[in-house]
């Protein structure tokens, strides 16, 4: 083989060689891409075609005891554009030749038109849009995302998606809705502007109904930004919040804002409260604070009347609390019914406390019961200086008071006991909380307290939300166990003084229930100015139950400042029409015996 025939192999295996290495080099580059920086370079190719975008989790449900929806999430809509494609993208429509009306003809639609359609519908100008657009763009020359118009409903996204428009499109965003405007708005709460718990459960039961949002990102079409189908990555999973169950019936809670608001114009009040609760268990039926908030407008109510003041507005409650002095009496074993006193109009005892009854009248000679029929301050106070200020005390709290209710209100009131008895209370204040004066409740404890005596004693949890259902099902219920805080024997005899009470007081044709043995006290108290006085106004009050032979339900009323009719006579009709609606709601037995006869005099 000669010297030039060697050459062409050469040259052959050569070229092989380097053909070799450049396989190697893309075989190398190839697994470069798609393995080794394949993670990286997605990412990349990701970031530079979409926006990570928030999914929203739906909020819980808030429905009644009965499961219909007092709360929930409804579908809106977030209308969002690209500033960046919205400048650069070319839209263009088929629209009919002019010159030849059977035939069409595609033509460009410049961006000022295209930002009046938009403005058009969702409430904004031409020129605003196009802001929108410029000033993201100063920020951010690449910014993909913007903000047009934020929660639009069903129909005004679908009038958005008819204009067609390719750099424009909607992210869902549940939204709230209450069906049943304001019926329990007082309790419900709302949300504000800005999505967030305000006001109500919606605050106080966050926890529950609180979602989790998501994040999703999808990849779009460069030439006209339009989502790919199938390029959606989930970078977080949204999650829905819990369903809160009410103890509330939605339709009871209706009819007694109806009734309380009706009452509350006929007598010219500021503002009034009624609570119904269950007798053997604590569970809220009602609570009506009137005038009451919509939740779906918020705005539209004074601020002092967009919460419950049933548990947030503490109030020296006056003669209903001479029920509770009488069944610690009782208990205490230094009294009964039948126990007697002299009660004179006014009373000076020896530590200097001076007492005195609402009206002049000659001395009385009453028992227990017919303290309780004449609302007399002058003899409860002989009866209740027979506790210790202690034992006293220590009964008002395992009646509830003193502190907040199990149901942990937003800026619920715990009420004011007028501090330690021993160390804070003066001659005057160790009389004046006998008989409901000089210290401070609020409407529900005022409830749990005559549910304590109508259950025998037992004081029931105070119960609003019966349970919360998470979204994997999940359930919390509320607490159940109750706390003996007089004997069965001291409420049974405190129940008939009440029966006695509702049968002979001078309001016993005002509040009268045919069928039914009911046990009530009025109350009219003073309301504390904040400066150590008091206003000009009143509280007046009713609370009882019924029946009172096997109790079922508790009613209470108060109206603050009657002007037509300061006194319990503006409460007692109330009284009297909720509790009859509820015996009648619930099919309730009527009573059996007659109440007992009780002496009120001697």
């Given at each position: 083989m000669n010297r030039t025939s060697r050459h062409p192999m050469r040259r052959i295996l050569l070229s092989a060689a380097v053909l070799v290495a450049l396989v190697g080099v893309f075989v190398v580059r190839l697994i470069d891409i798609q393995i080794v920086r394949a993670a990286e370079l997605n990412e990349q190719a990701q970031e530079a075609r979409s926006e990570p975008v928030t999914v929203y989790g739906a909020r819980g449900d808030i429905v009644d005891a009965n499961g219909k929806v007092l709360a929930d999430s409804v579908m809106r809509y977030d209308i969002v554009l690209s500033p960046k494609q919205a400048s650069k993208a070319v839209v263009e429509r088929e629209v009919p030749d002019p010159e030849n009306p059977e035939k069409t003809k595609d033509v460009v639609v410049p961006l000022p038109e295209l930002a009046a359609e938009l403005g058009a519908v969702v409430g904004l100008t031409g020129d605003?849009?196009?802001?929108?657009?410029?000033?993201?763009?100063?920020?951010?020359p690449d910014a993909d995302y913007a903000y047009v118009s934020k929660l639009v409903d069903t129909e005004t996204y679908e009038q958005v998606k008819a204009l067609g428009i390719p750099w424009v499109y909607a992210d869902e965003h549940p939204s709230r809705r209450y069906p049943n405007g304001a019926v329990a708005g007082n309790l419900i709460g709302f949300m504000d502007a800005d999505g967030n718990p305000g006001a109500g459960l919606e605050l106080g039961e966050d926890k529950c109904l609180a979602s989790e949002d998501g994040q999703v990102s999808y990849l779009h079409s460069l030439q006209d930004w339009v989502k790919i189908p199938g390029t959606e990555i989930v970078h977080k999973q949204a999650r829905d919040g819990g369903t809160l169950k009410l103890t509330i019936d939605t339709d009871l809670q209706w009819e007694v804002q109806r009734i309380a608001e009706a009452q509350r114009q006929a007598v010219g009040a500021s503002w009034a409260m009624v609570t119904v609760m269950e007798a053997k268990t604590g569970r809220l039926l009602a609570v009506a604070d009137v005038p009451t908030v919509d939740p779906n407008d918020p705005g539209a109510s004074d601020k002092a009347d967009r919460g419950s003041r049933s548990f947030t507005a503490p109030f020296e409650p006056g003669s209903t609390f001479k029920a509770l002095t009488a069944a610690s009496v009782i208990n205490a074993g230094l009294a009964d019914p039948y126990s007697k006193i002299v009660a004179p109009y006014r009373i000076v005892f020896p530590n200097g406390a001076n007492i005195n009854d609402s009206s002049r009248h000659d001395d009385q000679q009453l028992t227990l019961t017919g303290v309780l029929i004449e609302s007399s301050?002058?003899?409860?106070s002989q009866f209740g200086e027979l506790m210790t200020d202690r034992a006293r005390y220590d009964d008002m709290l395992k009646?509830?008071?003193?502190?907040?209710?199990?149901?942990?209100?937003p800026a619920e009131a715990s009420g004011d006991l007028h501090g330690d008895p021993d160390e804070d209370w003066d001659n005057q204040t160790k009389y004046a909380t006998m008989f409901g004066q000089g210290l401070t409740t609020t409407a529900v404890q005022i409830a749990?307290?005559?549910?304590?005596?109508?259950?025998?004693?037992?004081?029931?949890?105070?119960?609003?939300?019966?349970s919360c259902v998470s979204e994997d099902g999940t359930v919390t219920d509320a607490p159940a166990q109750g706390e003996q805080v007089v004997s069965a024997e001291a409420a049974a005899e405190t129940s008939q003084m009440l029966e006695r009470v509702y049968q002979d007081a001078w309001l016993s044709e005002k509040w009268n229930i045919p069928g039914y043995r009911?046990?009530?006290?009025?109350?009219?108290?003073?309301?504390?100015?904040?400066?150590?006085?008091?206003?000009k106004e009143y509280l007046v009050s009713v609370s009882g139950f019924a029946p009172a032979d096997d109790p079922q339900f508790v009613v209470s009323v108060s109206y603050m400042n009657a002007v037509k009719m300061n006194s319990s006579a503006a409460s007692a009709p109330v009284f009297q029409e909720v509790m009859?609606?509820?015996?009648?709601?619930y099919r309730t037995v009527p009573s059996g015996a007659q109440a007992p006869e009780l002496p009120a005099t001697w």
């Open positions: 605003q849009v196009q802001g929108i657009i410029t000033s993201e763009l100063a920020e951010d301050n002058t003899g409860m009646f509830g008071l003193g502190t907040e209710t199990e149901v942990g209100f749990s307290v005559y549910q304590t005596i109508a259950n025998g004693g037992v004081r029931m949890p105070v119960t609003l939300v019966d009911v046990a009530a006290k009025t109350g009219t108290a003073q309301v504390p100015d904040g400066n150590g006085g008091y206003l009859s609606q509820v015996l009648k709601k």
